[in-house]
């Protein structure tokens, strides 16, 4: 069965922390993809970042980096230096290739994240 | 347009009305999904379409609940007789092509409120 598990369900940090956000998934397709989105209290869910399962390349953009680790099945998300406006809910998802016409994503829970100044 | 507008922003319900809640994708995207989000949950997946084609409403949760989207583009959802527990932001969302790596862009919701 496919799952995804952020354990954190809140963070607090003050302003300039780096911060980790984890993510753990299920999942039996050899195959998948993995996203982070982030949801702002405006309700709109923000695209961060796509990885598929043979890309196990870390990546970095500007103060955002994530670390995919398949012998985990873990995904995490830093944020270094954080800023306020970096304040929002961050959503780890799964999507399986071999899912047939079934094309939707797996959410996680959510993190809520608030940084302090 | 620029990105995934949808309409009303926000709307408030007498229990027993029925709304319609609008979805218009960006502009050539194949596929196209409805998502339900509870306050402090994660997005429930309601239905996906790719064209005018409705190829998964599983999450559907009743058959109050149904959508369309005749011409492969704008999509409604409609919700009947509506109840208080249908209370939740309604995500649209699409994506250019329909294999499930494709990124899916969703837009800010329509605010559902049954009182």
């Known amino acids: 069965a496919q799952k995804v598990t952020q354990a954190q369900t809140e963070i607090s940090v003050v302003e300039k922390e780096d911060v980790t956000l984890d993510c753990v998934y299920e999942t039996r397709d050899t195959t998948y993809y993995l996203f982070w989105y982030k949801q702002p209290p405006s309700g709109e869910l923000v695209f961060l970042i796509r990885?598929?399962?043979?890309d196990e390349q870390n990546e970095i953009s500007g103060r955002y980096s994530w670390n995919f680790q398949k012998s985990t099945s873990s995904f995490n998300f830093t944020i270094t230096a954080s800023q306020v406006v970096d304040s929002a809910v961050y959503f780890c998802?799964?999507?399986?290739?071999?899912?047939?016409?079934?094309?939707?994503?797996?959410w996680g829970l959510g993190t809520s994240l608030a940084v302090n100044p | 347009g620029a990105g995934v507008s949808q309409s009303p922003r926000y709307k408030v319900a007498k229990r027993g009305q029925d709304v319609a809640l609008r979805c218009d994708p960006i502009?050539?995207?194949?596929?196209l999904f409805w998502y339900q989000q509870a306050l402090g949950q994660g997005p429930e997946f309601l239905t996906y379409?790719?064209?005018?084609?409705?190829?998964?409403k599983s999450g559907l949760p009743s058959d109050r609940f149904f959508a369309e989207r005749p011409e492969g583009s704008v999509s409604t959802l409609k919700i009947q007789r509506t109840q208080q527990e249908d209370s939740a932001v309604y995500l649209c969302?699409?994506?250019?092509?329909?294999?499930?790596?494709?990124?899916?862009?969703f837009g800010e919701g329509s605010w559902l409120t049954v009182v």
């Open positions: 379409f790719q064209n005018e084609a409705q190829l998964d």
């Open positions: 969302a699409s994506s250019l092509v329909g294999y499930s790596g494709n990124t899916i862009y």
């Open positions: 502009s050539g995207h194949v596929s």
């Open positions: 990885r598929n399962s043979f």
């Open positions: 998802a799964l999507s399986e290739a071999n899912a047939g016409n079934n094309r939707k994503l797996i």
